[in-house]
């Protein structure tokens, strides 16, 4: 069982919950390593620009781009799906990106891929901009509740049903600071 500070402010009840990691530390930075290995190659020589989706993907990403070996511009963009997102696919944009993208090749960094309607709408959203390529990196890739087929190119780990905290994930904006992923399974 992991012991650190980052359970501290956490209720008996929930430190047992998420004190058993899913995928630990080393595992996740060493599947980084691989990954940004393989993006920097791909990228030689391109425009890269990197864009976290926030708020989710802020861990990921600020440990993906700083492995990355090519240069880079980064920008974000903060959004999150409405209680409805399921069936409408509706995304808000809390904060667009800063940057014109157009002529640029894009890498949407994000954390979970779920049903895929966030990263469907983004992908759509961007493409309009025009940018000289567009590909996308989640760290966890959730397949069995996909409803929307948007084509991965770089996935850290494929993950199952099951809801995921830690790393920059949340339950209730809780939990994000973990080092770690668990799963997070509350005893009704
Ligand atoms: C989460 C996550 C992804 C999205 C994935 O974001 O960070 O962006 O949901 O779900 P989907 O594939 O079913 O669309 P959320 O809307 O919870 O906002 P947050 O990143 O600020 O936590």
């Known amino acids: 069982m992991v012991e650190s500070f980052h359970l501290k402010s956490l209720s008996e009840e929930d430190k047992l919950i998420v004190s058993k990691p899913f995928l630990s530390t080393e595992q996740i930075q060493q599947r980084i390593k691989e990954l ?5 190659r791909d990228y030689e020589g391109k425009k890269l620009l990197s864009v976290g989706i926030l ?21 974000f963009l903060n ?12 995304i808000k944009i809390h904060t667009d990106l800063r940057e014109n993208i157009r002529g640029k090749d894009i890498l949407l960094i994000e954390d979970i891929v779920d049903t ?3 990263l469907n709408y983004i992908k759509n959203m961007l493409l309009e901009r025009q940018p000289a390529s ?10 069995p509740r996909r409803k ?18 830690g790393y920059g ?3 209730d904006n809780k939990f994000r600071n973990l080092p770690y992923i668990a799963i997070f399974k509350k005893s009704l």
């Open 36 to 40: 940004s290995a393989e993006i920097s």
């Open 55 to 75: 708020r989710g993907a802020f861990m990921f990403f600020a440990d993906l781009v700083r492995s990355i070996q090519v240069p880079m511009e980064v920008d």
């Open 79 to 90: 959004v999150s799906s409405y209680v409805k997102a399921e069936t409408s696919g509706e």
């Open 116 to 118: 895929g309607l966030t």
């Open 134 to 143: 567009l590909r996308i990196c989640a760290f966890l890739d959730k397949k």
């Open 148 to 165: 929307a087929d948007v084509a991965l190119d770089y996935v850290g780990f494929e993950i199952p049903d099951e809801y995921i905290v």
């Open 169 to 171: 994930l949340d339950y």
